[in-house]
């Protein structure tokens, strides 16, 4: 089902594409303003764009390009339009989709945003887009010792590549520190402490792409999840219980040589600084019965903080952290069913849970999240603000019978970003939940009922 | 105790209530109290043997309270792997299983090379309870397998104890075996080792065969033939068996116990036995090859002699005649015995004793001929605080016990009799095989228990009947009256009795006081994860070993080889999932002693043999920092000896000073520069440890270390974790020759 709306997205898209691209000339970029934050992994760039439109019909949607470098990397695209002025500033959502250009050059990647109405010629309309890159950063060297901190390439262009002329535009980048080995110079381009700035440029064609290299010290912690499943499990006798698999790697320049003790341990500030080795996971509030562990046991080093409004779980890997280390572990948690699952009007049940990983500043490169709906339950469907794999799978748990119906949502590239709430439907009879008690009241009453009978027949064949 | 005292003593409350004005339905209670105390006295057996079931099991879980449900120590951790090879891959697969992860680049043969019996019970257990839809994981299995089989064993010790003196026997006997620590240190939640199921199943071919010998059935002794395939199965002290069983058997025929009760039973059970028992790979031909299984086999023959001989002598009616053919066949049988005997073992067909086996009759030559036996704590020879920690009163009630065993002599008291005294013995040799003496030890115990407090409730008992209802209650307390008749001499019989009952009771309380101390302070810790008190009360965990064993599984290449005493073997190849050059299996000794000889010579030399078998990384326990004793520093010796043993160019006194081991600025050049205390001291002089001390200071074994200034030639520091105890080193490649 989820390939036929996929392709029927795509069907949809091209379409409209199609259509727009006849007005995509008539539209041009006024002022442009881009603030790239470099400070962690994780690339975050905030675009604020004025547009108007110059032509002769009213535009419907906008397009908004990345190179293929980093379209690739491309985690997350937000647009907001603002209305108002000054402190009366109201911010709207606007609906973004990738899309697909037929004439796009160098395989420039797309994004559509549709405005809330339709551009009229000559208005102008001022939007806000952030969007986020994940391994953008390249470590080089690629491979450090202990005592050396790590540099990293960030390559990103001058200009804002646009299918649109852009009149005037600035780059803002910000870099962790100030220790900046070399950035390329773009006239006029300067930088102050821990900023560089781009442009003012004044009208720039459409598709320029002026590439700029900037090499600096970013000591932040790689956290890259590989690989992270959740499993949600649903049991209406009153706890949901999660269990999330981790593989952890540090994304950043790889370790090389001696890892020493005695410095790590004496001489921390230069010893080290990439590494990391403790984490920071948000888990709901309410949370109970907590534990992490790996394949050979509990691990030993983490504290649990509870929140009315949160829960923080601050752990630590078995070993620090270095470039190209790994770590795999589990975190399991459970929490109040009130909280998380709700009756709808038609009668059916949803579970309100937050996507996402629970991690701060993490990058998940593959994420599976599984929710175990219990046994009984009938017509499955998922609610997501954002285009996931979706599919079915059964699971046998305790005392299961014909097996727990699991929704596998799976979404790759995924930042902090996506922590936000999904739904899954589901029809489920109460009296179901009776199936298991039920079972194992009867298992002792045969036993009871056997043992009787054993007590009772005589099955000598010689009378005593 | 309680199964024979509560319902009799119910009963005399109920004889109490019969006062006349309430003498109808007081006669209807006592009349339907009299007709249930069989049940009642079933009831009450059933809901002890109850408890003492679940006692037995949750005694043994303080280790996953206070730590966590966890494999423990050393050979388990084998077990765990092999356990879960043989539920992920299926049982061909386990059984023709060549391990190419250990002893590199040897490798062994899993299936042929180890006791199949835990592994395909945990598998089972395992198998069954996915199939009752209960999932779950494989080690929560084995870790609660050794507490359940030792739950099984306590039933076994009751019916054992019933079998050979009553049921009040049995019950202690259960209640004793329950909590006995000679037991529990080997049978706690985790310590997943062949010993976990080997005791039950060693109980329980020994209650079956006495059952057997009792009963002259051969169904019992067919039972008992496949109680000896499940203790073949399970663990090498089998051959304990072996021969209790045919010494026993020759017992009897010397004493003139022969009967067809007991040829009915050994033959069944020798022939059963033995055929099942060779199913067994690691066994196969050993069973008749072997010199230790010869015993067996010669009891065997002579008991077909025996046969015989009654059978001539029941044909001849002529005891002149027949004392001449007794001395002609008794000859010739012993003559053509030792003549196969002699050929057999010239010929290399019979394979004399192992070392194994004599360092088991001589305590002194495993210390003087196999150091790889000796070098492991548990088998050195018993202390006698060590008895006395794991036995407490059963101690002294072991001899008492004997007196009523020798006082009410039968084929089963001779049994026990003879099993304690020879498991005692090996306990007396070897730490280890205080296990196997703990059944036989509760068992002897109980009886001398059962049978005092028997004795003196009686006593009890009886002077009340007399005083109040006289000779209402038939046979028994007539019995027990001229018992009164006869004691009523002594005087102060009644307080005498009482006094001693609050004694033995007294003594009891102390035992299960005794033995649940022991369980949780000295028994119940994995010896993986570590804990100590710290400065303020707090308890500090010490996890360095898992932490270096994830970091080998995480971070090295997936065929790194792993060099490491081999005590650290099974624990890398089943948590770090990597490759090892030797383990505790220990079946190559040159192996071994050339992992010894590296780590006692100079980097150089080392570096060679590390070169030659393809070690990638090092790895090394030092306990300096934290003060943790047993670590590779004092196990050194060891290695010198035993690397010694094979290549002589490696000599245990160039390591001392004045024959004593040191490792402070006095310790010999040679010790200052191997390759075991480099390693374990690299960068060491840098650290203060503790405070008011030198730099350098090694806080295990007090002193500060003789050579601070460590320079690696060949090797680099590539982990060390977070409390120093394990310390790893990565092998460089060789450099270019220019």
Redesign the interface.
């Known amino acids: 089902m989820a390939a036929r709306i996929g392709i029927f997205s795509v069907f949809v898209a091209v379409l409209l594409s199609i259509s727009a691209f006849s007005s995509a000339q008539d539209l041009q970029i006024v002022n442009a303003e881009r603030r790239i934050d470099l400070s962690s992994h994780i690339v975050k760039a905030f675009l604020t764009l004025k547009v108007e439109n110059i032509g002769k019909d009213p535009a419907a949607e906008m397009l908004l390009a990345f190179p293929p470098t980093q379209i690739k990397n491309l985690a997350m695209v937000q647009a907001l339009a603002i209305t108002g002025k000054k402190k009366k500033k109201t911010y709207l959502p606007l609906d973004v989709k990738p899309t697909e250009q037929p004439d796009a050059p160098n395989d420039t990647g797309y994004y559509r945003v549709t405005f809330i109405s339709p551009l009229g010629p000559g208005e102008t309309v001022s939007l806000e887009v952030l969007y986020i890159l994940t391994h953008s950063l390249e470590p080089f060297p690629v491979e450090i010792t202990q005592s050396e901190s790590q540099l990293v390439y960030y390559h990103d262009s001058a200009v804002i590549l646009s299918p649109y002329h852009v009149k005037q535009q600035t780059t803002f980048i910000k870099t962790p520190s100030t220790r900046v080995e070399s950035f390329t110079s773009i006239e006029p381009a300067n930088r102050a402490g821990k900023e560089i700035k781009y442009g003012p440029y004044e009208n720039r064609a459409s598709y320029s792409y002026t590439p700029v290299i900037i090499h600096f010290e970013n000591n932040s912690p790689f956290a890259v999840v590989e690989e992270l499943v959740r499993e949600i499990e649903i049991s209406h006798w009153g706890s949901l219980q999660i269990t999330e698999n981790y593989r952890l790697t540090h994304g950043g320049a790889r370790h090389k040589g001696v890892f020493s003790r005695v410095d790590y341990q004496s001489k921390r500030s230069v010893s080290g600084a990439s590494s990391f080795n403790a984490l920071l996971a948000v888990l709901p509030p309410r949370v109970n019965s907590v534990y992490y562990r790996d394949e050979i046991g509990n691990i030993s080093t983490s504290h649990l903080r509870t929140g009315f409004r949160k829960s923080e779980l601050e752990f630590e890997p078995r070993y620090p952290l270095f470039g190209g280390w790994s770590a795999t572990f589990i975190i399991g948690y459970r929490v109040p069913l009130e909280d998380y699952l709700f009756e709808a009007s038609d009668g059916r049940r949803y579970l309100n849970f937050t996507f996402g990983c629970p991690l701060v500043e993490t990058i998940v490169n593959k994420l599976t999240i599984k929710v175990v709906l219990p046994e009984g339950s009938k017509d499955p469907s998922a609610v997501l603000p954002f285009t996931v794999n979706q599919e079915l799978q059964v699971k046998y748990s305790y005392l299961d019978i014909v097996g727990r119906t699991v929704v596998v949502l799976q979404k790759d590239n995924v930042v902090p970003t996506h922590n936000v709430p999904f739904q899954v439907y589901y029809t489920f009879k109460p009296i179901y939940m009776l199936a298991e008690p039920f079972m194992l009241v009867s298992a002792f009453f045969l036993v009871f009922v056997a043992s009787l009978a054993y007590v009772h027949i005589d099955l000598n064949i010689v009378r005593k | 105790m309680g199964g024979k005292s509560e319902p009799t003593k119910s009963e005399s409350m109920a004889t109490k209530t019969t006062n006349p004005d309430l003498l109808n339905t007081s006669f209807f209670s006592f009349k339907s109290l009299k007709l249930k105390t069989k049940q009642q006295e079933l009831l009450l057996r059933i809901s002890i043997l109850g408890l003492v079931y679940i006692l037995a099991f949750i005694a043994r879980l303080f280790s996953v309270l206070r730590y966590?449900s966890?494999i423990h120590e050393f050979d388990p951790y084998f077990n765990y792997r092999t356990t879960l090879f043989l539920t992920e891959k299926g049982f061909y697969e386990f059984w023709n299983w060549f391990d190419s992860e250990s002893w590199y680049p040897l490798g062994r043969i899993i299936g042929g090379t180890l006791y199949p019996g835990l592994m395909v019970t945990a598998a089972l257990i395992y198998w069954t309870l996915r199939f009752l839809?209960?999932?779950v994981h494989i080690r929560e299995v084995c870790v609660l397998t050794a507490p359940f089989f030792a739950s099984n064993t306590t039933l076994v010790a009751y019916f054992f104890g019933k079998e050979i003196w009553d049921t009040g026997a049995g019950l202690v006997a259960a209640v004793l075996i329950a909590i006995c620590p000679g037991y529990i240190s080997r049978s706690v939640a985790g310590s997943y080792d062949n010993e976990a199921v080997a005791i039950f199943a060693l109980l329980l071919t020994f209650y079956l065969f006495v059952k057997a010998v009792n009963t002259g059935s051969l169904a019992w002794a067919l039972g008992s033939a496949f109680g000896y395939f499940y203790m073949v199965s399970a663990w090498g002290g089998y051959v304990f068996i072996i021969n209790l069983v045919p010494l026993y058997v020759l017992v009897l025929l010397i004493t003139g116990r022969y009967s067809m009760r007991l040829y009915i039973a050994y033959n069944c059970m020798y022939i059963l036995g033995m055929l099942l028992a060779m199913q067994i790979r690691f066994v196969g031909f050993q069973h008749v090859q072997s010199g230790e299984h010869m015993g067996a086999m010669g009891v065997f023959l002579l008991m077909q002699v025996f046969y015989f001989l009654d059978w001539v002598k029941y044909q001849l009616n002529d005891t002149k005649l027949f004392q001449t053919f007794l001395r002609i066949t008794v000859t010739s049988a012993i003559l053509v015995g030792g003549i196969a005997l002699g050929v057999g073992t010239a010929s290399g067909y019979i394979s004399p004793w192992t070392g194994r086996f004599y360092s088991l009759l001589d305590p002194t030559y495993a210390k003087d001929h196999i150091p790889i036996i000796a070098s492991v704590s548990e088998h050195q020879p018993t202390a006698w605080s060590s008895f006395m920690f794991d036995y407490h009163i059963l101690l002294f009630l072991f001899p008492a016990g004997l007196y009523f065993c020798f006082k009410r002599l039968t084929d089963a008291t001779i049994f026990i009799v003879m099993y304690g005294l020879t498991s005692l013995y090996f306990a007396g040799v070897m730490v280890r095989l205080i296990l196997v003496a703990t059944p036989a030890v509760c068992l002897i115990s109980a009886i001398a228990v059962s049978a005092t407090v028997k004795n003196l409730t009686s006593l009890l008992r009886t002077k009340q009947k007399v005083s109040q209802t006289g000779s209402t209650k038939g046979a028994g307390s007539s019995k027990a009256s001229s018992k009164v008749t006869l004691d009523q001499s002594q005087p102060f019989q009644k307080n005498g009795a009482i006094a001693l009952l609050v004694g033995v009771f007294y003594l009891l309380s102390r035992y299960a006081i005794h033995c649940t101390w022991v369980t949780s302070e000295a028994y119940s810790s994995p010896s993986?994860?570590l804990a100590a008190r710290g400065a303020h009360g707090n308890r500090i965990?010490f996890?360095d070993y898992?932490?270096a064993?994830?970091?080998l599984?995480?971070?090295t290449p997936t065929d790194a080889k792993i060099m490491s005493w081999w005590d650290y073997g099974y624990q890398i190849t089943a948590?770090g999932n990597r490759t090892v050059i030797v383990d505790n299996n220990t079946w190559n000794n040159t192996h071994i002693a050339t992992v010894g000889r590296a780590m006692s010579s100079y980097e150089d030399e080392a570096y060679d043999i590390m070169r030659s078998l393809d070690v990638n990384y090092v790895l090394v326990v030092f306990g300096g920092v934290t003060g943790y004793s047993s670590d590779d520093i004092n196990k050194f010796l060891w290695m010198v000896r035993i690397g010694g043993g094979v290549f002589p160019v490696i000599k245990e006194p160039d390591y001392l000073v004045n024959g004593e081991f040191r490792v402070d600025k006095g310790a010999s050049p040679k010790m200052l520069n191997c390759l075991m205390y480099k390693l374990c001291y690299y960068?060491f002089g840098?650290?203060t440890t503790e405070y008011g001390k030198p730099p350098g200071y090694d806080r295990a074994r007090g002193v500060e270390i003789g050579n601070k200034d460590i320079k690696l030639e060949h090797l680099?520091?590539?982990?060390?974790?977070?409390n120093?105890i394990v310390r790893i080193y990565r092998v460089k490649p060789p450099t270019n020759r220019l």
């Open positions: 966590e966890m839809r209960f999932f993986i994860v965990i996890d898992r932490e064993y994830y970091w599984r995480q971070n948590m960068r840098e650290l680099e520091e590539a982990y060390t974790t977070s120093w």
